[in-house]
């Protein structure tokens, strides 16, 4: 039954805590559920940070209108996500690696890094990321990774930073998200920018305009190549933990425009 369902899963994944993961993955979610799409967040996290924030989305009535299914975690039981779920987002813990990551790549179709501008973050993203040039799913193309860049000062040049960094590593960047505290207070509240009026959050919406050019054609893709959501449904059991995520908005640079065309 779950090999027939096409659902497209997008995982949200840095070894490194704080990178920003879960602010990523929300907001993946959050503009999926604006756009009317029926998505379900996944949480792989220990801490459960998106499932507490979607309990506080439960009760704020700016959210009624876009509703995200949480991933609910049994050990005892087969999960298996509703049958009106379309689109997955999954939030994945922090130290990922080996053969957890390996079943994160195996139960996604699309991977988004967050990357902070420090050398840590830098570092601990390009780890990952060769580790998962080693996986076949990867390097066929079945399974799309790019990077965003998180919480970035546009009075400084850590945007050209990261993107230098990326590029050195051949690693896909599509934009950045830039510091700004509106993310911090939707987080609290349970929502999302795109839950706000146009007009209090039109400046982040525009210089973050969507991945929707990188990541649309696997959201409306029929042929996923994801093995089986029986794979995805594993990765929530205890011992490995994540998330689904629908689609989001970044400021996309140049080169990745001319690519697109």
């Known amino acids: 039954e779950l090999r027939k369902r096409v659902m497209p899963v997008i995982a949200v994944v840095n070894p490194k805590g704080g990178s920003g993961k879960s602010t990523l993955a929300t907001h993946l979610a959050g503009h999926g559920a604006a756009l009317g799409l029926p998505v379900m967040l996944g949480d792989a996290d220990r801490q459960k940070s998106t499932l507490v924030w979607l309990r506080k989305r439960s009760a704020e009535p700016l959210a009624a209108k876009a509703p995200i299914v949480s991933w609910v975690v049994d050990s005892n039981k087969i999960l298996r996500p509703p049958s009106s779920v379309t689109h997955v987002v999954l939030d994945t813990p922090a130290g990922l690696q080996g053969h957890e990551l390996v079943r994160a790549v195996m139960c996604a179709d699309a991977i988004v890094m967050p ?7 830098r570092d601990a993203a390009a780890q990952c990321w060769a580790e998962l040039q080693q996986h076949p799913r990867i390097t066929s193309g079945r399974c799309r990774v790019a990077a965003v860049g998180m919480r970035i000062d546009t009075r400084t040049r850590a945007d050209d930073t990261l993107q230098t960094w990326a590029r050195a590593i051949g690693l896909p960047f599509i934009g950045v998200l830039r510091d700004t505290k509106m993310y911090v207070r939707c987080i609290e509240r349970g929502l999302t920018i795109f839950d706000l009026p146009v007009a209090r959050t039109q400046a982040d919406r525009d210089q973050r305009s969507a991945i929707l050019d990188w990541r649309g054609p696997l959201w409306v893709s029929r042929e996923l190549g994801t093995p089986s ?17 629908p689609s989001l908005s970044v400021r996309l640079h140049p080169a990745t425009r001319r690519s697109a065309r």
Request: aromatic share 4%.
């Open 229 to 245: 959501q029986a794979a995805a449904l594993a990765l929530a059991q205890p011992q490995v933990r994540r998330r689904h995520l």
């Open 115 to 121: 990357v902070c501008d420090s050398a840590f973050d």
